[in-house]
């Protein structure tokens, strides 16, 4: 291992093999998404799909490999043990850092089927990241704010109907989605902002794991609540952390849950039915804020880093 090696050489180092880790099989993956373009025979595409697969997994593996050889990590990991390769899964997560996909495609690798993410259309730009992701079927959403929805009514159940229309390409292929239901990356200042009731976490949104539901909720064999503590990197950019070296531990809890059904006619026409789910969630989210509190205890924290819990009337 390399963590001996200055901080700025290991940043420059751990750059360079993630960018050519990346474009090889990025590469592969697009070459593959050409060809299921041209040929839409079922079989076929069933086939490169499977092969596209095999090589994100081959990119998460050698995720770990850069890892292992510029940074002496531990990896705390618990909850993998019922997990089945040919089954479907929807997956919930914290979400703490860019670190996190390469963390969880990693640790999930050999567990579940491939991730697949829910992404900004935005992201479709991005060189070989979005042309790879696109090949891999994973759907690019536009959200649509209120304010256009307000100018074009039209415009309602948009992203509902993309959802149904890249999850239809999951049916025939055991697939796990995660969403990040915080939809977006977890800091002290955004949870403030928020007003967040959690001491770790940022309110939860309900509407991208309904819309997944929605879509395919009967085909999931479970819902995964995937929990992420960086230790070393409380308050830090845990991306950052890691290209430096200084990432000792990362700790990962997996917990199998069974899958809500969601009615999406009630969901998007009935406010209480909407507020059942979310509540739903938040509850989920509550039992997640403390199983972060306690890991931060267990895995020596500093105490300037751990936060009192919100009183009952901020909640």
Same mark, same amino acid.
């Given at each position: ?23 090889? &099989? !990025?590469?592969?993956?697009?070459? #593959? *998404? /050409?060809?299921? %373009? +041209?040929?839409? @025979?079922?079989?076929?595409?069933? =086939? $490169? ?7 994100? &997994? !081959?990119?998460?593996?050698?995720? #770990? *490999? /850069?890892?292992? %050889? +510029?940074?002496? @990590?531990?990896?705390?990991?618990? =909850? $993998? ?235």
């Amino acid at each position: 291992m390399l963590n001996f090696l200055p901080g700025p050489v290991l940043y420059f180092l751990s750059t360079l093999l993630l960018i050519i880790n990346t474009v090889v &099989w !990025a590469s592969l993956i697009i070459i #593959g *998404g /050409i060809f299921k %373009l +041209l040929l839409p @025979i079922t079989l076929v595409r069933n =086939g $490169l799909t499977h092969v596209m697969n095999r090589f994100m &997994w !081959a990119w998460a593996t050698c995720n #770990g *490999g /850069i890892l292992y %050889l +510029l940074a002496d @990590i531990e990896w705390d990991v618990e =909850g $993998l043990e019922n997990l089945d390769k040919h089954s479907w899964y929807l997956l919930i997560s914290n979400h703490l850092s860019g670190f996190d996909i390469a963390a969880q495609t990693y640790v999930l690798r050999n567990h579940i089927p491939m991730l697949k993410f829910f992404l900004k259309k935005e992201l479709l730009y991005v060189p070989f990241l979005g042309l790879g992701c696109w090949s891999l079927d994973m759907p690019f959403m536009t959200r649509t704010s209120p304010a256009k929805l307000k100018k074009n009514p039209k415009l309602k159940g948009k992203d509902l109907k993309t959802t149904r229309r890249a999850c239809e390409k999951f049916r025939n292929m055991p697939t796990s989605i995660i969403n990040y239901v915080e939809g977006s990356r977890f800091t002290e200042e955004k949870r403030i902002r928020q007003d967040s009731p959690y001491r770790y976490l940022l309110r939860p949104k309900a509407g991208g794991i309904a819309f997944a539901l929605s879509a395919m909720g009967e085909q999931f064999t479970n819902l995964l609540d995937v929990t992420l503590v960086y230790p070393e990197a409380i308050k830090k950019d845990a991306l950052d952390e890691v290209m430096h070296g200084r990432m000792k531990k990362i700790v990962v809890r997996v917990k199998v849950l069974p899958v809500p059904k969601v009615d999406n006619k009630r969901y998007f026409a009935e406010a209480a039915y909407r507020v059942e789910f979310q509540r739903w969630l938040n509850e989920i989210w509550e039992q997640k804020d403390e199983e972060i509190h306690q890991l931060m205890l267990k895995h020596n924290v500093p105490s300037e880093h751990l936060i009192e819990k919100p009183s009952a009337s901020n909640q």
